[in-house]
């Protein structure tokens, strides 16, 4: 990993190599069933998780519906509440300005808390070019950091390391980056977690600027929030003299009574906890209590392209928790470099190729880095139904079709490569439309059955290298049903 998702392949060219990782395999095997079991048991606890679940969704969907009035709404609080707010038409845009305001400080190192939305613009590495250090003060993004690795779970971005080695990356690079790990460092988690305490404690005691995202925005006071285990985020948030928050637009929520019911389907989604051992909340700056300075840097990067969607906006509800990576087949075994972006799993595969649209070979293999099995959408706490997303994406893949890019109309292309799917489909589509043509070809492929082969041929070879040819019965439904009842309505 070169610490950049720029010039990745295609998913499946990267799945076929990280699933020969047996060592990854195991890793993301272990970590994914322990998270996903404690996640079953705390979601059982309450009686109206059900009702809790679609009462998320609504809000998010409303929300959403009329994302501009919020927003405004969020603007006009975070000023009154002392803070400065600022609008980013995309990543460039964002990182951009974070640089600026860094450099308007006269400092030249900021700490980090764990946000995906910097992931997403790839912030450290514009920081980097504007001669900013950027510290990442998360554990697991630590890890990451000084691996000169990439993020492959939102929640747990470290999750393809196992405990030696984190061990052998600190022994060898913590000096690069400030205090040295200890020489005798060994790999039990209690050593590797105060060993990166000691490290991260000298930059939480200096460090003059942090750089955030945020878990939710609260409309009607312009109050932010972030949740987290470790604690980090809570240093970074109070001791610090400027805070800057980079947060994508759909994080907001209107008042605090909606905020209350995704502070319970966050925690229980996430790390199966009841509540979230640390939840920070800040509104605008308050004198003699945390920073002097507080700076909110709206990111839109593709969420309201997304938003004119009317199938594909529902990924904008995603609270990130991360349920859907654990519970899914395919992200257990390719791991989450293989996604190619800061998001990585079921949520990667429908939110990425909206946010950047389905132009590179990557971004449109995307929608198919999915089996279709439905696990996701069982355990997402807002209900997006990422299969049916996932379909309508693999739709605009081989037909193209409308888009909106930029807030600008325009009409996609199909991509390459999907020239034997779209002769199918087009065959299916004219043998529906004409029952008679549909009569005679299933008369036709019961009659002749037997020679029919059990691989397909061509195109179609890889889908049967994994899976049985389903046999064509003798009778079909409809000629059955004129048979035994005898009726005309089949026609
Ligand atoms: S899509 Fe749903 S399950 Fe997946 S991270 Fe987002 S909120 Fe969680």
């Known amino acids: 990993m070169s610490g950049t998702y720029l010039g990745m392949p295609a998913f499946p060219a990267a799945a076929a190599s990280s699933t020969q990782d047996a060592r990854l395999r195991g890793n993301l095997r272990h970590a994914t069933h322990t998270i996903r079991d404690k996640r079953a048991k705390a979601v059982a606890e309450l009686d109206d998780w059900a009702r809790l679940r679609a009462a998320g969704a609504a809000v998010k969907d409303r929300t959403l519906r009329h994302l501009d009035h919020y927003l405004e709404q969020l603007e006009e609080s975070v ?92 022994r060898e690079q913590m000096a690069r980056w400030g205090r040295p790990a200890p020489e005798n460092l ?56 400027t ?17 209350e019911i995704f502070l319970q389907l966050l925690p229980r989604s996430s790390t199966a906890e009841r509540m979230n051992p640390y939840t920070s909340m800040w509104t605008g700056t308050t004198d003699g209590d945390g920073p002097r300075t507080f700076h909110l840097v709206l990111l839109d990067n593709g969420r309201t392209d997304t938003l004119a969607d009317t199938v594909g906006r529902q990924a904008l509800r995603c609270i990130r928790c ?6 899914c087949p395919v992200y257990e075994r390719a791991g989450g470099h293989a996604y190619g972006s800061a998001y990585p799993g079921p949520i990667g595969a429908i939110l990425t190729p909206q946010l950047r649209g389905t132009a590179s070979e990557l971004d449109a293999s995307l929608p198919y880095a999915s089996s279709l099995c439905g696990a996701c959408y069982e355990v997402c706490p807002v ?6 997303v996932l379909v309508h994406l693999r739709e605009r893949v081989v037909q193209g079709g409308r888009v909106t890019r930029r807030g600008v109309k325009t009409v996609l292309k199909p991509a390459k490569g999907h020239a034997a ?58 000629d059955w049903w004129r048979r035994t009842r005898g009726e005309e309505r089949t026609k």
């Open 186 to 241: 060994s790999d039990a988690p209690a050593e590797l977690a105060e060993a990166a305490r000691l490290h991260l404690r000298e930059k939480f005691l200096t460090a003059k600027v942090a750089v955030s995202g945020a878990n939710f925005m609260v409309a009607d006071t312009g109050t932010l929030v972030v949740v987290e285990s470790e604690g980090n985020g809570r240093m970074c948030l109070t001791l610090p003299e």
């Open 79 to 170: 000023t009154a509440a002392g803070g400065q707010v600022h609008w980013a038409a995309d990543a460039a845009e964002a990182n951009a300005i974070v640089a600026r305001l860094v450099r308007e400080t006269g400092e030249r190192e900021v700490v980090k808390v764990k946000s995906m939305a910097t992931q997403e613009t790839g912030l450290n590495r514009a920081l980097a070019e504007a001669g900013i250090s950027a510290y990442e003060t998360d554990l697991a993004e630590l890890i990451v950091q000084l691996g000169d690795d990439l993020p492959s779970h939102i929640l747990v971005p470290a999750i393809h390391r196992n405990r030696g080695e984190i061990r052998d990356i600190f």
């Open 243 to 259: 805070l800057i928050s980079v947060v994508g637009i759909e994080k907001v929520v209107p008042t605090w009574q909606d905020l």
């Open 421 to 478: 799917e779209r002769a199918a489909m087009r065959a299916a589509g004219f043998a529906f439309d004409h029952p008679g043509a549909l009569r005679a070809g299933q008369r036709l492929a019961a009659r002749t059955r037997r020679l029919h082969p059990r691989r397909l041929p061509g195109p179609g070879r890889a889908w049967t290298d994994t899976r049985d040819l389903p046999p064509v019965p003798a009778e079909s439904f409809r």
């Open 383 to 388: 209900a997006i139904d990422i299969p049916e």
């Open 322 to 327: 991360s349920a859907c990576l654990n519970v």
